[in-house]
């Protein structure tokens, strides 16, 4: 459930009585604003506001000109939508395996899966921790390929005291209503590159710089004015909002540290997550198995979930291009899910998460 206090709605309903919904030409008013503060929050000279986190992976490959016959390398343990991008441009999927311990694509596989036609590396902060991003830059620079991040679920997020996007040519960010922050759907792309963001802004309006007149093909991936309001409070709450996860999740790995059927989230030195995701896996050999342990869990209410089923080289539409095996993808598929550590949880409901999840483990309470 979103935080939203009677600043987004006080904001809101400032941009209704202006009768200002949009910005014609890509930014109105507070989308414009919105982009400055962002800009700032992501340490990048410049911040485009679109209209989902979709639509700011396929932007981001549209404007290099990925297209059909390229390669793009990225994991399947995602969210669809980091796969989505690279087919939507007619550019071949590439998924490459994770490491188990932070279920992030792995540097070494990378480097294996490049070809003479690989233009861009996707790496994903998946559950809100980093990808390893300065190895992934130092692949990318030896065959000057692009780097993707999406940081859709990284506010807040660090990698050696950098936020997401310092070591990728753009970020994408996804607003939707589930996310560290929200403007309900929306998204968000930073770079520092000023050519690129020239051409990310073009794409987003009809590729229009004068209206009616394209100058090349676009879209229209526009934030409308209401969002971009209650994104520039979302943003002031932010770190607020990724302190508490950050507690809740504390408390849970104290909490559950010596149930020996399962592992827990780690941060890697150097890593600081956002913890959208508290992500435990059952290890092998668990009483129960996954499945079971989630219904069991929803019957005491709590509600744990599965990020995510099905690795995206299994679903039927990349399927029927091109088969691959992932073993440690399709390991973690099976074992995974996540508990809340929403920041509206109180500490009570957080120690009663915990209670619940030793109890279906057949451990003693606390
Ligand atoms: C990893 C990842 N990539 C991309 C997206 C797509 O963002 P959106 O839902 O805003 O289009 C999401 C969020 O849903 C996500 O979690």
Request: hydrophobic residues 40%.
């Amino acid at each position: 459930m979103p935080l939203m206090g009677k600043e987004e709605i006080n904001a809101v309903t400032k941009v209704l009585k202006t009768g200002i919904l949009t910005g014609r030409l890509g930014s109105g008013p507070m989308a414009k604003q919105f982009e400055d503060n962002f800009a700032k929050f992501a340490g990048a000279k410049h911040a485009i506001a679109v209209n989902s986190g979709t639509a700011a992976l396929h932007m981001s490959l549209w404007a290099k000109n990925i297209k059909a016959g390229d390669e793009v390398i990225l994991p399947s343990f995602t969210f669809i939508a980091t796969a989505e991008a690279v087919a939507l441009v007619g550019a071949k999927p590439v998924f490459i395996d994770i490491k188990p311990n932070t279920y992030n694509i792995d540097p070494e596989e990378i480097e294996q899966a490049i070809t003479n036609k690989t233009r861009a590396i996707m790496p994903v902060d998946l559950y809100g921790l980093p990808a390893e991003m300065d190895k992934i830059r130092e692949i990318a620079d030896k065959r000057n390929l692009l780097v993707v991040e999406d940081a859709a679920q990284a506010h807040g997020a660090s990698y050696r005291g950098k936020p997401p996007g310092h070591f990728a040519d753009v970020a994408c960010w996804s607003l939707y209503a589930s996310k560290n922050m929200t403007t309900g759907e929306g998204g968000m792309i930073t770079t520092d590159d000023d050519e690129y963001a020239e051409k990310l802004r073009l794409l987003r309006s009809h590729g229009e710089k004068e209206e009616y007149k394209a100058a090349l093909l676009g879209h229209n991936y526009r934030m409308p004015e209401i969002e971009a309001a209650i994104g520039i409070e979302q943003l002031k709450k932010l770190s607020a909002f990724v302190e508490k996860r950050r507690r809740n999740a504390e408390v849970l790995t104290e909490k559950l540290s010596d149930v020996k059927q399962l592992v827990l989230p780690i941060e890697p030195r150097g890593c600081k997550s956002s913890w959208y995701l508290y992500t435990v896996r059952i290890r092998r050999g668990a009483v129960k198995d996954r499945d079971t342990i989630i219904q069991d869990l929803r019957k005491r209410g709590v509600g744990a979930a599965v990020y995510y089923h099905t690795p995206i080289h299994l679903m039927p539409y990349y399927r029927q291009h091109e088969s691959c095996v992932l073993p440690e993808t399709e390991k973690a598929a099976e074992q995974v899910f996540s508990l809340p550590v929403h920041p509206g949880l109180k500490a009570a409901e957080v120690n009663y998460v915990a209670k619940a999840v030793r109890l279906t483990m057949g451990q003693q309470s606390f």
